[in-house]
């Protein structure tokens, strides 16, 4: 069962997303050790899909075995934020891996209106029992009701096939020195 997460349920949401991402390419990249990832990884997911709370477009499963953070349109991630971290907590030899990744990003990143997913995670104990499937499901139904495009970079090539059977299509791949590979991914408006 899916559940709508507010302010009073970020820490869990957060803490559901940190067990999540704890192998994950990008952010195993960012922060290779686990105690700078334990202590960054949560002020990365409050800057990087953190507005959702505010905006009632946080979910969790009861339980919290996993999380998703969606951005509706209009809003975006704390760019202010997430410099300040990566200059604060990511090793000065992977910024540049990082500054040209997410200049690529801003590339593929759709213009017209659309609903963003910047974060969704399962507990990798509950992973295989549709979690991720119901909480993409959850904003989807609303995405497809105002006719939008949905659009998220997927870090982990595993969990690809879980987004194109919910409609995303790969747009290409991002891939800029030693960065661990991202693909921006785009649901057309149904």
């Known amino acids: ?33 686990a105690r700078t990832y334990l202590a960054s990884f949560p002020r990365f997911a409050r800057a990087f899909g953190g507005g959702a709370f505010a905006l009632g477009t946080a979910w969790r499963g009861q ?7 969606w951005l509706p349109p209009g809003a975006e991630p704390d760019q202010e ?28 990143h759709p213009t017209d209106t659309h609903w963003y997913l910047p974060m969704i995670g399962v507990d990798p104990a509950r992973q295989g029992r549709g979690v991720g499937s119901a909480l993409l499901k959850e904003t989807l ?19 690809m096939p879980l987004y194109e059977r919910h409609g995303f299509e790969v747009l290409g791949e991002i891939k800029v020195a030693d960065f661990p590979t991202l693909w921006p991914m785009l649901r057309a408006a149904r």
């Open 141 to 159: 139904k609303e995405v497809d009701q105002a006719r939008l495009p949905a659009f998220l970079e997927s870090s982990n090539p595993r969990n």
């Open 63 to 69: 339980g919290d075995e996993g999380a998703a953070l």
């Open 81 to 108: 934020a997430l410099a300040a971290l990566v200059e604060s907590t990511v090793a000065p030899e992977a910024r540049d891996g990082v500054y040209g990744t997410l200049e690529q990003m801003a590339v593929y």
């Open 1 to 33: 069962m899916i559940v709508a997460a507010g302010a009073a349920e970020a820490d869990a949401v957060v803490d559901s997303l940190t067990l999540a991402f704890s192998s994950d390419p990008v952010s195993r990249h960012l922060w290779p050790d």
